[in-house]
């Protein structure tokens, strides 16, 4: 195990070094963070994660809490602070750290919110990278419902949590992501964490005696459960997990995005309000899956069926027991009924859920079958009825199936014969995953040489880079997930398939985007990096009008020095607009890129000069 985890380790530590070296970063600890949270994102619910390296002081210097990165969820109610431990020594030996080496970061992370919701950033410079990450957390404190803490390190870590948790009035959540657990996430495709539930030993449902009837496994090789979960129940688990649990649910995407279907929101709290025995009667029930489950089986089967007019006498067998644990538990139907319970006894003290209880159908099967398509076929069944489209299962699905495949048969143009490829990761980990097939280190080799680490690229990356193109860098800027949801959206709604030609744009565009990563001029930006990126993609396609050829950037696979020099100049002006206008507004630069009205202003403010001369930089393909 130790020598896989070495290779693992020297595979870490190249990937960190071309992170640095990629977007230009000073510090090993901030390259390592940011590529492991490029890994790890998806798989834990952060997927709008921004890296800062941010610490909150005393008067006399002493460091009172840190951070390396943060995550807000969409919705606003979980909050996620990251701490980076890094061993910099070797990477031909495993540094273990014991739980007294880990117990420092647990208190600086819990000391950054603290501080942070008791308004530190009142004593704080603007430009400190505390500032804006310490101001959020004030701001949203009264809405976030779950803290969650996670340790990142290329170390390995003896089991660690905090000795004393200070946070009272939230969930909390202790994570560490140590080199093992690194190791055994990064190379195999699973999207998201294992949500597992105890019934004998966890304090938090032991209480809970779920009895169930369940079907005799068929040919299909799936368990089916029926079963009644109290509301209770379903409330805790969307406190501790919150939109962890609604992985694979299209209605919950759909209903938190829009408006149209508030009332059905609002007829569930009326009923938890005045007819709460009423709601397993009311309401359709949740579906789920699972990849196991643990049951006290009761000693009889009873065949339901009936001997059919050729003698066969069916096997329609049915049992029934009590169950004691579930395994990998994702809600697939039923979001919307989840989160809906949850968010109203919330914000009514006096709905208690005390005799709700909803219908569960639980799905179990083995952990080598499609998850992923299998939740997909049930959404698509089960939903049926309110007009969720077919697209809104298909098109994401055949979108990045498509891209996939054209990256693993489309050659990067090369004058010298080389076989390379761009590696797009349709799910996070595919890279590691089928480089870790070759056991053999000339294997290893050859696969890196095919598909180079730096040509490497994500869904997200891809979506932050045409929004920004598609003339939308307030939606660039607002989260990597949040971003890439906004970029599905479109894709759906045009119907859009990539061609070759699509394909050749988008990595002529990543061109762009990654030259603009790299650039050292940005380590002065600080948090208007994302934003000077992306409304200069933004701009620099607004003043061309359609005349910068993507596929003349795909050919050459690199900028000409005229256009690098137009779009550093682009960069500087910009970073002033955008300064400017977060000034008039009292605000910072990241918050006020979120608007949809500053990008035409800015547009509009550039003088004539200045945008000729980028345009005829940018132009300039020679």
């Given at each position: 195990?130790n020598?896989?985890?070495?290779?693992?380790?020297?595979?870490?530590?190249?990937?960190t070094a071309?992170?640095m070296?990629?977007?230009?970063l000073?510090?090993?600890?901030?390259?390592f963070?940011?590529?492991?949270?490029?890994?790890?994102?998806?798989?834990?619910?952060?997927d709008?994660?921004?890296?800062?390296?941010?610490?909150?002081?005393?008067?006399?210097?002493s460091?009172?809490?840190?951070?390396?990165a943060?995550?807000?969820?969409?919705?606003?109610e979980?909050?996620?602070?990251?701490?980076?431990?890094?061993?910099?020594?070797?990477?031909?030996?495993i540094?273990?750290?014991?739980?007294?080496?880990?117990?420092?970061?647990?208190?600086?992370?819990?000391?950054?919110?603290?501080?942070?919701?008791?308004?530190?950033?009142?004593d704080?410079?603007?430009?400190?990278p505390?500032y804006?990450?310490?101001?959020?957390?004030?701001?949203?404190?009264?809405?976030?419902q779950?803290?969650r803490?996670y340790?990142?390190?290329?170390?390995?870590?003896?089991?660690?949590t905090?000795?004393?948790?200070?946070?009272?009035?939230?969930?909390?959540?202790s994570?560490?992501?140590?080199l093992?657990?690194?190791a055994?996430?990064?190379?195999?495709?699973?999207d998201h964490?294992?949500i597992?539930?105890?019934?004998?030993?966890?304090?938090?449902y032991?209480?809970?005696?779920?009895?169930?009837?369940q079907?005799?496994?068929?040919?299909?090789?799936?368990?089916?459960?029926?079963?009644?979960?109290?509301?209770?129940?379903?409330?805790?688990?969307?406190?501790?997990w919150?939109?962890?649990?609604?992985?694979?649910n299209?209605?919950?995407?759909?209903?938190?995005?829009?408006?149209?279907?508030?009332?059905?929101?609002?007829?569930?709290?009326?009923?938890?309000?005045?007819?709460?025995s009423?709601?397993?009667?009311y309401?359709?029930?949740?579906?789920?899956?699972?990849?196991?489950?643990?049951?006290?089986?009761?000693?009889?089967?009873?065949?339901?069926?009936?001997?059919?007019?050729?003698?066969?006498t069916?096997n329609?067998?049915v049992?029934?027991?009590?169950?004691?644990?579930?395994k990998?538990?994702?809600?697939?139907?039923?979001?919307?009924?989840?989160?809906s319970?949850f968010?109203?006894?919330?914000?009514?003290?006096?709905?208690?859920?005390?005799g709700?209880?909803?219908?569960?159908k639980?799905?179990?099967?083995?952990?080598?079958?499609?998850?992923?398509?299998?939740?997909?076929?049930?959404?698509?069944?089960?939903?049926?009825?309110?007009?969720?489209?077919?697209?809104d299962f298909?098109?994401?699905?055949q979108?990045?199936?498509?891209?996939?495949?054209l990256?693993?048969?489309?050659?990067?143009?090369?004058?010298?014969?080389?076989?390379?490829?761009?590696?797009?990761?349709?799910?996070?980990?595919?890279?590691?995953?089928?480089?870790?097939?070759?056991?053999?280190?000339?294997?290893?080799?050859?696969?890196?040489?095919?598909?180079?680490?730096?040509?490497?690229?994500?869904?997200?990356?891809?979506?932050?880079?045409?929004?920004?193109?598609?003339?939308?860098?307030?939606?660039?800027?607002?989260?990597?997930?949040?971003t890439?949801?906004?970029?599905?959206?479109?894709?759906r709604?045009k119907g859009?398939?990539p061609?070759?030609?699509?394909?050749?744009?988008?990595?002529?565009?990543?061109?762009?985007?990654?030259?603009?990563?790299s650039?050292?001029?940005?380590?002065?930006?600080?948090?208007?990096?994302?934003?000077?990126?992306?409304?200069?993609?933004a701009?620099a396609?607004?003043?061309?009008?359609?005349?910068?050829?993507?596929?003349?950037?795909?050919?050459?696979?690199d900028?000409?020095?005229d256009?690098?020099?137009?779009?550093?100049?682009?960069?500087?002006i910009?970073?002033?607009?955008?300064n400017?206008?977060?000034?008039?507004?009292?605000s910072?630069?990241?918050s006020?890129?979120?608007?949809?009205?500053?990008?035409?202003?800015?547009c509009?403010?550039?003088?004539?000069?200045?945008?000729?001369?980028?345009?005829?930089?940018?132009?300039?393909?020679?």
């Amino acid at each position: 195990m130790n020598d896989n985890l070495l290779v693992y380790l020297k595979s870490l530590e190249e990937n960190t070094a071309i992170t640095m070296d990629n977007e230009q970063l000073s510090h090993r600890e901030t390259a390592f963070t940011t590529y492991v949270l490029s890994q790890i994102a998806t798989k834990v619910g952060a997927d709008n994660y921004e890296v800062v390296h941010a610490d909150i002081k005393n008067s006399a210097g002493s460091c009172l809490g840190e951070i390396f990165a943060y995550n807000e969820s969409a919705n606003q109610e979980v909050l996620t602070l990251f701490y980076t431990i890094y061993d910099s020594s070797s990477s031909n030996e495993i540094k273990v750290l014991t739980d007294t080496d880990v117990q420092p970061a647990w208190n600086r992370l819990q000391g950054f919110y603290e501080k942070a919701i008791r308004g530190a950033y009142y004593d704080m410079d603007e430009n400190d990278p505390a500032y804006e990450v310490s101001k959020m957390i004030d701001d949203h404190k009264n809405t976030y419902q779950t803290i969650r803490f996670y340790v990142l390190s290329n170390c390995a870590i003896r089991q660690s949590t905090p000795r004393k948790l200070r946070i009272r009035s939230k969930e909390t959540d202790s994570n560490v992501w140590d080199l093992k657990k690194l190791a055994g996430n990064l190379t195999n495709t699973s999207d998201h964490v294992e949500i597992n539930i105890d019934f004998e030993n966890d304090e938090d449902y032991c209480m809970y005696k779920i009895p169930y009837i369940q079907m005799t496994p068929n040919e299909h090789g799936y368990r089916c459960l029926l079963m009644m979960f109290p509301g209770k129940l379903l409330y805790k688990l969307y406190r501790k997990w919150n939109t962890d649990l609604l992985m694979y649910n299209v209605r919950y995407w759909l209903t938190f995005k829009k408006t149209k279907r508030k009332h059905t929101n609002a007829d569930i709290r009326e009923t938890l309000r005045n007819e709460k025995s009423m709601f397993l009667a009311y309401n359709n029930g949740i579906t789920a899956i699972a990849t196991n489950v643990k049951t006290d089986e009761y000693n009889e089967t009873t065949n339901v069926g009936e001997e059919d007019p050729s003698g066969y006498t069916s096997n329609d067998m049915v049992s029934m027991g009590i169950l004691k644990a579930i395994k990998n538990f994702q809600i697939v139907n039923g979001g919307q009924t989840t989160a809906s319970i949850f968010k109203a006894r919330e914000a009514e003290s006096n709905i208690n859920l005390i005799g709700t209880f909803v219908q569960v159908k639980l799905i179990v099967i083995s952990e080598d079958q499609n998850v992923n398509e299998l939740a997909s076929k049930i959404s698509r069944s089960s939903n049926s009825q309110n007009a969720v489209k077919d697209s809104d299962f298909s098109v994401s699905e055949q979108f990045n199936t498509k891209m996939q495949e054209l990256s693993r048969t489309i050659k990067i143009p090369s004058d010298k014969g080389d076989i390379e490829y761009w590696f797009y990761e349709r799910i996070r980990g595919q890279y590691e995953e089928e480089y870790s097939r070759n056991t053999r280190k000339e294997d290893r080799e050859t696969f890196i040489s095919k598909y180079p680490k730096a040509k490497r690229f994500i869904k997200e990356t891809m979506a932050i880079a045409r929004k920004s193109w598609d003339l939308d860098p307030c939606e660039a800027v607002k989260g990597a997930g949040t971003t890439y949801d906004s970029f599905i959206t479109d894709i759906r709604e045009k119907g859009t398939v990539p061609d070759d030609v699509y394909y050749k744009e988008t990595i002529g565009l990543l061109i762009i985007y990654n030259f603009l990563k790299s650039r050292p001029e940005n380590k002065t930006y600080k948090n208007a990096k994302a934003p000077v990126i992306a409304y200069s993609i933004a701009y620099a396609h607004y003043i061309t009008f359609d005349s910068l050829s993507l596929l003349q950037i795909w050919q050459r696979q690199d900028l000409t020095d005229d256009q690098k020099k137009g779009f550093n100049k682009l960069c500087e002006i910009m970073f002033k607009m955008l300064n400017m206008a977060a000034d008039a507004e009292g605000s910072t630069v990241l918050s006020i890129s979120k608007r949809k009205d500053v990008f035409r202003d800015i547009c509009d403010k550039i003088n004539a000069e200045d945008s000729t001369a980028i345009r005829r930089l940018i132009l300039n393909s020679d």
